[in-house]
T-cell receptor, first 114, second 114 residues
Framework: DADVTQTPRNRITKTGKRIMLECSQTKGHDRMYWYRQDPGLGLRLIYYSFDVKDINKGEISDGYSVSRQAQAKFSLSLESAIPNQTALYFC?????????????FGPGTRLTVL | GQNIDQPTEMTATEGAIVQINCTYQTSGFNGLFWYQQHAGEAPTFLSYNVLDGLEEKGRFSSFLSRSKGYSYLHLKELQMKDSASYLCAVRATYSGAGSYQLTFGKGTKLSVIP
């Protein structure tokens, strides 16, 4: 079983709809992250959480919100989707107690907003 | 802010050696990571450098010079499966957050040809 899972893997939605992307992990890591990836722009940080009670904005948080329901779950919501939110979204986890605090990524969610 | 530069594309021959360079400008440097990403898939961790010098791991090695803001990823005995994007990521202090964050370069797409 994969250590970091994301659902759904693919989603097509319409402008103005609210959608939620979910991330679950079995790695026991405290830290979780949401990124988006666009062609030519690389990975950009949306939100991150260092524990259940800690939520922080990243580089591009406008138009997004998150919820850390448990150590293992971190959800990303688009309150009112717009076409320029079409992208590949990745969840990642890390554990600073393991020395390098390396981030490990889920398989991604491909989101298309029409 | 942080600025990370790496070539957009490279081509190399199967069995040969390739070096992918990464230059960065940042404050509060706390480590440099290399990830491999096949098209449409998740980034996977390759290497980590925090001190100057060379880290070797099988066919892959990574070098860091903090004074020059420079790193490279070295791949030898290239195989067709090495065709992928290679992402350079720098961990540094994130303004206002009081914590370290990872900033990614735009990636270098490597094509290995027979």
């Amino acid at each position: 079983d994969a250590d970091v899972t994301q659902t759904p893997r693919n989603r097509i939605t319409k402008t103005g709809k609210r959608i939620m992307l979910e991330c679950s992990q079995t790695k026991g890591h405290d830290r979780m992250y949401w990124y988006r990836q666009d062609p030519g722009l690389g990975l950009r940080l949306i939100y991150y959480s260092f524990d259940v009670k800690d939520i922080n904005k990243g580089e591009i948080s406008d138009g997004y919100s998150v919820s850390r329901q448990a150590q293992a779950k971190f959800s990303l919501s688009l309150e009112s989707a717009i076409p320029n939110q079409t992208a590949l979204y990745f969840c990642a986890t890390s554990d600073p107690r393991q020395g390098t605090d390396t981030q490990y990524f889920g398989p991604g969610t491909r989101l298309t907003v029409l | 802010g942080q600025n990370i530069d790496q070539p957009t594309e490279m081509t190399a021959t199967e069995g040969a050696i390739v070096q992918i360079n990464c230059t960065y400008q940042t404050s509060g440097f706390n480590g440099l990571f290399w990830y491999q990403q096949h098209a449409g898939e998740a980034p996977t961790f390759l290497s980590y450098n925090v001190l100057d010098g060379l880290e070797e791991k099988g066919r892959f090695s990574s070098f860091l010079s903090r004074s020059k803001g420079y790193s490279y990823l070295h791949l030898k005995e290239l195989q067709m499966k090495d065709s992928a994007s290679y992402l350079c990521a720098v961990r540094a202090t994130y303004s206002g957050a009081g914590s370290y964050q990872l900033t990614f370069g735009k990636g270098t797409k490597l094509s290995v040809i027979p």
